[in-house]
């Protein structure tokens, strides 16, 4: 991962991996990385705010990423 971190959400979405926020030093993080099936990184439009304890999942061509309980805020990433 580009950044060291844990409680960070993860996917898939077609051939790739996507992990995304996460935890790192008490600090909530707002990066995302997609990795493709040869496994090369990309850096990707960070999340609309940061967080940690999120969730991920995948619905048809559409990676969904639950970030903030309290405004409700979800973001929404698609393999281009």
């Given at each position: 991962?580009?950044?060291?971190?844990?409680?960070?959400?993860?996917?898939?979405?077609?051939?790739?991996?996507?992990?995304?926020?996460?935890?790192?030093?008490?600090?909530?993080?707002?990066?995302?990385?997609?990795?493709?099936?040869?496994?090369?990184?990309?850096?990707?439009?960070?999340?609309?705010?940061?967080?940690?304890?999120?969730?991920?999942?995948?619905?048809?061509?559409?990676?969904?990423?639950?970030?903030?309980?309290?405004?409700?805020?979800?973001d929404v990433y698609k393999i281009?």
């Amino acid at each position: 991962l580009s950044v060291a971190r844990n409680w960070l959400a993860a996917t898939t979405l077609e051939n790739n991996a996507i992990f995304a926020g996460g935890m790192r030093n008490d600090t909530r993080q707002s990066t995302v990385d997609v990795f493709d099936s040869s496994l090369v990184r990309t850096i990707t439009t960070p999340l609309s705010s940061p967080g940690y304890q999120i969730a991920g999942t995948t619905i048809g061509r559409y990676a969904l990423i639950g970030i903030d309980e309290i405004n409700k805020t979800m973001d929404v990433y698609k393999i281009l």
